[in-house]
């Protein structure tokens, strides 16, 4: 059975960095059938998705660069050691406040599997 | 990019009633469409991937069906335990982008 656990805090300053981790059991995160995926959710934005990264005899990584929203500012980054994958955006603002999802994608383009969410809210 | 459209913004409907949801995309895509349920203070739960194809677990009640730009979601008796929100999802693999639609609020009457 495959579980995705998040950890990280929910509250974080303006201009600061947002660092969330996503622990995966049941698979792994070098399965080269699968990625891993950032998703975030308001209710300005509604279902957002902001990243990827995936293992296909080498590491490669996606980024929403479509919306703007997090152009620039995010790092999606695996960890082999610790089977987690983990999100970093830098100098958030108040409008990413949002919840915050891991969630596995396998190979028909779709998160079969999430993490439980973490409200992550931006205030000084 | 591909934007996603749904149809009705919420719903209300009877126990025991057929209801078709829609999702209707800006552009046509060969990449199928998938559908999730989202509960309050739950992630999204995967029903449906490749348009029409049932994820391990999810009742027969939902279908789905479509392809190119036009997607249904239908739940061919309702109940009680169906009230929620539903997410269209597509993918675009040039470049790599994931797109959801807006949600449809389905209410019990």
């Known amino acids: 059975q495959i579980q995705l656990q998040q950890s990280g805090p929910g509250l974080v300053k303006p201009s600061q960095t947002l660092s969330l981790t996503c622990d995966i059991s049941g698979d792994n995160v070098s399965n080269n059938i699968v990625a891993w995926n950032w998703i975030r959710q308001s209710p300005s934005r509604g279902l957002e998705w902001l990243g990827r990264?995936?293992?296909?005899?080498?590491?490669?990584?996606?980024?929403?660069d479509i919306s703007g929203s997090v152009k620039g500012r995010i790092t999606i980054t695996p960890d082999t050691s610790k089977n987690q994958v983990s999100l970093q955006l830098n100098s958030v603002t108040p409008e990413d406040t949002a919840i915050y999802y891991c969630a596995r994608e396998w190979a028909v383009a779709a998160f079969d599997n999430w993490g439980q969410g973490t409200l992550v809210t931006v205030s000084s | 990019a591909i934007q996603l459209t749904q149809s009705p913004s919420s719903l209300s409907a009877s126990i025991g009633e057929r209801v078709t949801l829609t999702c209707r995309a800006s552009?046509?895509?060969?990449?199928?469409l998938a559908w999730y349920q989202q509960k309050p203070g739950k992630p999204p739960k995967l029903l449906i991937y490749?348009?029409?194809t049932l994820e391990t677990g999810v009742p027969s009640r939902f279908s789905g069906s479509g392809s190119g730009t036009d997607f249904t979601l239908t739940i061919s008796s309702l109940q009680p335990e169906d009230l929620a929100t539903y997410y269209c999802?597509?993918?675009?693999?040039?470049?790599?982008?994931?797109?959801f639609g807006q949600g449809t609020r389905l209410e019990i009457k």
């Open positions: 552009q046509g895509s060969s990449r199928a």
């Open positions: 990264t995936y293992y296909r005899s080498k590491w490669s990584k996606w980024f929403n």
């Open positions: 490749d348009a029409s």
């Open positions: 999802q597509q993918f675009n693999s040039n470049p790599h982008e994931f797109t």
